[in-house]
């Protein structure tokens, strides 16, 4: 029998609503308050001929999906000028586990045409994201994707954020079998309010009606954004330990038992500001397939009511657990529960896939990985891939699926129409899957950065392909071509392309200026450490090719990955022969 007493009515109470006047709250948390279930002023807004919303709607409405942006390429080209902002907007669909149907990534891809810049973004999260939106094409673009029965509800504000998990649908069924578990917990925390329906989908709003409950997140949601990944420890590719909270699947003879709850990971930090960091989640228990709804729920309860709300640079539940410890943040999370957490299970992560190339999916069916250069689903000169998957789906009917690798799965195609497929594909200038692609190239990921990202720093998409194919040739004169190694670059210290668990880092410090971070994991375990800062962007390849040159002369045997070799020497030693930047 549990000596763990349910929670009182009292004691359910978030310490949140019931702070005194004189408690400081950060200014978005009073935006929060006020919002009446998230609804703001958006609706009226809607209907005005501004280009922009205000700035407290412009909070309110990320929990709608969507971010208010400028485009600051046309900033710069504009000052001076009367000219107003080139105001636009980020629209995110929220696709737990990344997996659509052919019929709705068709509908998708249209609405990049008609209301988008022409082409689709997949986010390290398993997210779609249209860029270029402008104000008064967010309506029938957000009502067009619930048509298509995809939601942005939750992409982005202080809520539990998509739910990721590894989308590869190979043989066996445990993928699936965990898919459906991070549906389940993708549903049971969404938000309850009817602000959502009202505004985009033309829904009434009934006069006088009371506002509707929100069990889970009460009046002012998260103090944060939260994360939730699965993943195998035999395949890490969601990088489960830099969430919020993560289940790592714990298989036993050929079926899944359940998971262990991993806490308190996060990229998120600030430079300059030593109290902010990234962090790797620290394993708490162990939940059972039929309990990890009511454990992600606990949880999430937990931070809520006791998550930072005065400083936002604080409120990420990394910071509570260390404020507070494990072991406290693991007896909260059992009065949520009423009854203890079971001990976890003895499982690690051990490997990462990133399920590029032909995958056997079973049944005569087999299912395609397809690199996608950070992300973007685009047609460009003499490579026409949107054009190439548009054309795959509707002949092949195949379905859709993002990887946290920023990349797109072809899913469902049956074996004797993988010819066709690779003719396809090489009708429209894009590579064969088994083409020559580096592994330094292979494992590359870069954020949205410059022009769009309010936040950025320096460039980021838009400059990583330039710096990897420097990269290559170093390697390739070195004699390391095949060292497997992520390379991540963002625009900011916020992380997200994940930068500090990667092998090799490039984050935005100043305009084209970067801080170089060495020592991650390729399976996402460890954090990578600072190496240099302040590096121009021109001579990044060059400050890490001494790098370079002590691991070919110096890892261990053929296998040591690259990541591995700098924690291994340390930073320091590394640093001797770090050149003098001129």
Known sequence: MSDHKPLSPVEKLSPVEKLSPVEKLSPVEKVKEASRGLRGDLADELTS????????????????????????????????????????????????????????????DQLADRYGNGTLRVTTRQGNQFHGVLKGDLKPTIRAVNDALVTTLGACGDVVRNVVSCPAPVAGGLREQVLSVARR????????????????????????????SEPIYGTRYLPRKFKIAFAFPDDNCCDVHSNDLGFLAVPRGGRLEGFNVLVGGGMGKTHGKEDTYPRLADTVGFARVGEVVEVAEAVVKVQRDHGNRGDRRHARLKYLIDAQGLDWFRGEVERQLGRPLAPPAAVEVSGIEDHLGWHAQGDGRSFLGLFIENGRVQDTDGRKLRSAVRRIVE??????????????????IPDRRQGLVERILADHGVPPPDGALSAVRRWSMACPALPTCGLALAEAERALPDVI????????????????????????????????????????????KYAVFVGGSMLGTRLGTLYADLVPRDRLVATVRPLFERYRDERLGGGERFGDFCDRVGVEALRSALPVIQ
Request: charged share 25%.
């Open 185 to 212: 917990v993708s549903d049971h925390l969404l938000p309850r309010t009817r602000a959502y329906h009202e505004i985009w989908l033309d829904g009434e709003q009934v006069a006088g009606d009371p506002p509707e």
């Open 395 to 412: 002949t092949v009917q195949t379905g859709v699926r993002f990887t946290p690798q920023q990349n797109l799965l072809l899913t469902d």
């Open 49 to 108: 001929d501004t280009t922009q919303f205000s700035s407290a709607d412009a909070q309110v409405l990320k929990f709608h999906g969507t971010y208010q942006q400028e485009d600051r390429d046309r900033r710069r080209e504009r000052r001076g000028t009367d000219a107003e902002p080139a105001h636009q907007f980020m629209v995110r669909c929220k696709i737990p586990g990344g997996v659509l149907t052919g019929a709705q990534y068709l509908v998708i």
């Open 469 to 512: 194919t420097g990269l290559e040739r170093d390697l390739e004169a070195l004699g390391v071509a095949d060292a497997a190694l992520t390379v991540r670059m963002t625009g900011c210290p916020n992380g997200c392309a994940r930068p500090y668990t990667a092998d090799l880092a490039f984050v935005g410090r100043s305009l084209n």
